[in-house]
């Protein structure tokens, strides 16, 4: 029997690439997308993943049809995958009154949501013919409520759970699960550039099995690490005076003039 496929974007660094390890070390081939494919075939050569066992594709994300033609390459080269992971996405602090970061904020929108429906588009109908598979869309617990100075972020991560919600009763009738994953904070990268107390930091292989097991068991939702979605939930009851007041002074996310 032919191992089951999982493609993935963002699989360069962080989260993407510790999903694609634990989906290897549970069997599947591999479909890795990222823009730095040099780097994903030294990563898969230094984990000791046999070149039959993986495909790259190299593709922008933020780009519709540059995304789209990746999906339509794994389809034509290793099939309609089993799993798909949205799960590329930037995150960067904006300021509405300065111009530039409005192009910043279209930017995240571009990649964390318009890539993610375009991620999905080309294995939709290959899905529903097969009355199987999985789509899975990274959200975030920053989706939940509205952090200062992260509005991009928090606007986008927001959007990315209502889709995945909405795509859900699309293709529940079809046999096709949706499962939306909202990490909180995860050692990565994207992280180690915050300057404020992430509560909960998880490793990023740790998240990997967590969110490998909620996958393959098809859950609609799911926070990891748990302790984050008890605070996102007691965030979200709270009225906003008490919200906005405990937020108050807090460290914003950094803007792009002051990523290091």
């Known amino acids: 029997m032919t191992a089951p496929l999982v493609f993935i974007t963002g699989a360069s660094s962080g989260i993407g690439q510790a999903l694609a390890l634990r989906f290897h070390q549970a069997g599947y081939r591999l479909a890795l997308v990222a823009r730095r494919t040099s780097d994903m075939k030294s990563w898969a050569s230094a984990q000791g993943i046999g070149a039959d066992s993986y495909q790259i594709y190299s593709a922008d994300v933020s780009v519709p049809e540059s995304i789209m033609a990746a999906g339509q390459d794994c389809i034509a ?83 990315v759970i209502s889709y995945c919600e909405s795509l859900r009763g ?12 909202s990490p909180g904070y995860i050692d990565t990268p994207l992280t180690r550039q915050n300057r404020y107390a992430m509560p909960f930091l998880m490793q990023a292989d740790c998240f990997a099995d967590r969110a490998f097991k909620a996958i393959a068991a098809g859950v609609s939702y799911r926070v990891i690490p748990w302790q984050m979605g008890v605070v996102a939930k007691l965030l979200r009851l709270l009225p906003n005076a008490l919200f906005d007041a405990l937020l108050a002074g807090r460290p914003r996310k950094r803007r792009q003039d002051e990523v290091q």
């Open 77 to 159: 080269r290793q099939g309609v995958p089993d799993v798909v992971i949205a799960n590329a996405g930037i995150s960067v602090g904006m300021d509405t009154a300065i111009r530039a970061d409005i192009d910043v904020m279209a930017r995240t929108f571009a990649t964390n949501n318009i890539g993610m429906a375009a991620t999905f588009q080309p294995f939709v109908d290959g899905m529903v013919q097969r009355r199987g598979g999985t789509l899975v869309g990274i959200g975030s617990v920053a989706g939940i409520r509205g952090l200062p100075g992260h509005g991009a972020y928090c606007a986008s991560k927001a959007a």
């Open 170 to 181: 699309e293709m529940r009738p079809h046999g096709v699960r949706v499962v939306t994953i």
